[in-house]
């Protein structure tokens, strides 16, 4: 009965609901929410653990990658194979919306048009090449942080918590689209899991990157998030999940552009 009452507590315990939204939101790992509460999953509240699915799924896809490291295969091999699982783990939620994204900022017309275009379930070429050299970049980041002795978990994990950072502050700081589809957005965040989403994200950048690395790495993702955010308020009023996603697999590429450009530079 003890132990009844102790699992009981545990699924019903808030934060705990929270992380289990955010791997059901981010993630294609199956959760069965129903046995967990009876309630909604309530992803503004759980807002402050987006970065730690980010770590998590770090973890998991740089774990593989290490262990491919460690049996001997190349670097650019074991990068390319843990992003693929990364992206496998995700059900590719982030690149879909840099595709979508691509495909109908780049095709332009009325706000209408462009909706119509994002939504598509065909690619076009403005998303192909955007996903193409997006991941190319992507990787060649990885493939140049791990060259300079981090591990691939690492790597991977600061990239995906650091993107989910960026969908954070891009919610906050932009309005939503009139095209926005309920259920791939979520509410303002209030600052305290703003403050908590932070702490998470940042503290164990502390304790391996050179502030100045972290800073101007944390330069470029806001200029990003401004670039992107502004262009979406021009096209379709605001920002949609699509452009969300869009957001986060961009800001990772910037924050590792920045902290890459500082480590080399030091070299």
Same mark, same amino acid.
């Given at each position: 009965?003890?132990?009844?009452?102790?699992?009981?507590?545990?699924?019903?315990?808030?934060?705990?609901?929270?992380?289990? !939204?955010?791997? #059901?939101?981010?993630?294609?790992?199956?959760?069965?929410?129903?046995?967990?509460?009876?309630?909604?999953?309530?992803?503004?509240? !759980?807002?402050?653990?987006?970065?730690?699915?980010?770590?998590?799924?770090?973890?998991?896809?740089?774990?593989?990658? %290490?262990?491919?490291?460690?049996?001997?295969?190349?670097?650019?091999?074991?990068?390319?194979?843990?992003?693929?699982?990364?992206?496998?783990?995700?059900? !590719?939620?982030?690149?879909?919306?840099? !595709?979508? #994204?691509?495909?109908?900022?780049?095709?332009?017309?009325?706000?209408?048009?462009?909706?119509?275009?994002?939504?598509?379930?065909?690619?076009?070429?403005?998303?192909? *090449?955007?996903? *193409?050299?997006? *991941?190319?970049?992507?990787?060649?980041?990885?493939?140049?942080?791990?060259?300079?002795?981090?591990?691939?978990?690492?790597?991977?994990?600061?990239?995906?918590?650091?993107?989910? #950072?960026?969908?954070?502050?891009?919610?906050?700081?932009?309005?939503?689209?009139?095209?926005?589809?309920?259920?791939?957005?979520?509410?303002?965040? $209030?600052?305290?899991? *703003?403050?908590?989403? $932070?702490?998470?994200?940042? $503290?164990?950048?502390?304790?391996?990157?050179?502030?100045?690395?972290?800073?101007?790495?944390?330069?470029?993702?806001?200029?990003?998030?401004?670039?992107?955010?502004?262009?979406?308020?021009?096209?379709?009023?605001?920002?949609?999940? %699509?452009?969300?996603?869009?957001?986060?697999?961009?800001?990772?590429?910037?924050?590792?552009?920045?902290?890459?450009?500082?480590?080399?530079?030091?070299?």
């Amino acid at each position: 009965k003890r132990e009844e009452l102790k699992m009981n507590f545990l699924f019903q315990n808030r934060y705990v609901l929270d992380l289990l !939204a955010t791997v #059901m939101f981010f993630t294609r790992i199956p959760v069965n929410w129903s046995y967990f509460s009876e309630k909604a999953p309530d992803l503004t509240r !759980a807002a402050w653990a987006f970065p730690l699915i980010g770590y998590f799924i770090g973890i998991l896809s740089g774990g593989l990658g %290490d262990i491919l490291l460690f049996l001997g295969l190349p670097i650019f091999v074991a990068s390319v194979i843990a992003v693929a699982l990364s992206v496998f783990i995700t059900g !590719a939620i982030h690149e879909d919306g840099l !595709a979508d #994204m691509a495909d109908g900022f780049g095709a332009g017309g009325n706000s209408e048009r462009i909706n119509e275009i994002i939504h598509d379930s065909r690619l076009g070429t403005y998303g192909v *090449i955007a996903l *193409i050299l997006g *991941i190319l970049i992507r990787v060649g980041l990885v493939v140049s942080l791990v060259d300079l002795g981090y591990s691939l978990i690492f790597v991977l994990s600061v990239g995906f918590a650091s993107g989910k #950072m960026a969908i954070l502050i891009s919610r906050n700081f932009f309005n939503l689209s009139d095209f926005a589809k309920t259920g791939s957005v979520f509410g303002s965040v $209030t600052s305290a899991n *703003i403050l908590i989403a $932070t702490i998470i994200w940042l $503290t164990p950048l502390l304790f391996f990157f050179p502030i100045f690395a972290i800073l101007l790495g944390v330069f470029f993702s806001f200029c990003l998030i401004y670039i992107i955010g502004s262009r979406a308020t021009n096209l379709i009023g605001g920002i949609t999940g %699509d452009v969300l996603g869009a957001t986060a697999f961009l800001s990772e590429i910037g924050f590792f552009l920045g902290v890459a450009i500082v480590l080399f530079f030091a070299i």
